[in-house]
């Protein structure tokens, strides 16, 4: 498949990622929705994600342009994972309803715990696309960036986890009456 005709398929990708996005696209989350080495936005709505993806877009056809082979491959990839990640987010909105409003963390604890569990699914998701990643990885900088990050993701997936406890155990104690 030559150059141009797998650019033209990717942008059509990016539209019709667009258009799915549409409906939701100026809703705000209460927190980031990526993690930063995926994403350098800093917003709470898909359309700055969207635009994020359409700004590597542009680089990756200039890069094409220029013929530099290794930045192509690099930013190809790079945008394709956020697609992938920008369709993955669109797939769980269902189980982001609580974003809409904020959580009275004192009150409702069984929502608590629904969100940290979500949470939790959402990092062990992430550690298995970057480990899926790493194998495919073919210089030494770039395996050790993505080991840096998956540790970065086990940590917090270990906090996550000893967040569960306690939430359990809270409610645990709560229900027993104490």
Do not use: H, W
């Not at 790079?78 to 797939?91: H, K, P, S």
């Not at 395996?143 to 155990?169: D, F, H, P, Y």
Request: glycine content about 2%; charged content about 30%; proline content about 2%.
């Amino acid at each position: 498949m030559s150059t141009q005709k797998t650019l033209q398929l990717l942008e059509q990708q990016i539209e019709n990622l667009a258009q799915e996005i549409a409906p939701i696209a100026n809703t705000p989350a209460q927190q980031a929705r990526f993690d930063v080495s995926l994403f350098a936005t800093k917003g709470y709505r898909l359309r700055d994600y969207l635009a994020e993806v359409r700004q590597t877009f542009a680089q990756l056809k200039t890069v094409v342009e220029e013929k530099r082979q290794a930045q192509v491959a690099f930013i190809a990839e790079r945008i394709v994972t956020q697609i992938t990640a920008l369709q993955r987010e669109l797939a769980t909105q269902s189980l982001r309803k609580a974003d809409k409003a904020p959580v009275s963390r004192s009150s409702d604890n069984y929502a608590r715990l629904a969100e940290t569990q979500q949470f939790e699914r959402r990092l062990i998701a992430m550690i298995e696309d970057r480990e899926s990643s790493l194998g495919k990885l073919t210089t030494f900088d770039e395996q050790k960036q993505v080991q840096k990050e998956l540790a970065a993701l086990e940590g917090r997936l270990m906090r996550c986890r000893q967040a569960l406890s306690k939430i359990e155990r809270y409610i645990e104690r709560q229900e027993k009456g104490f």
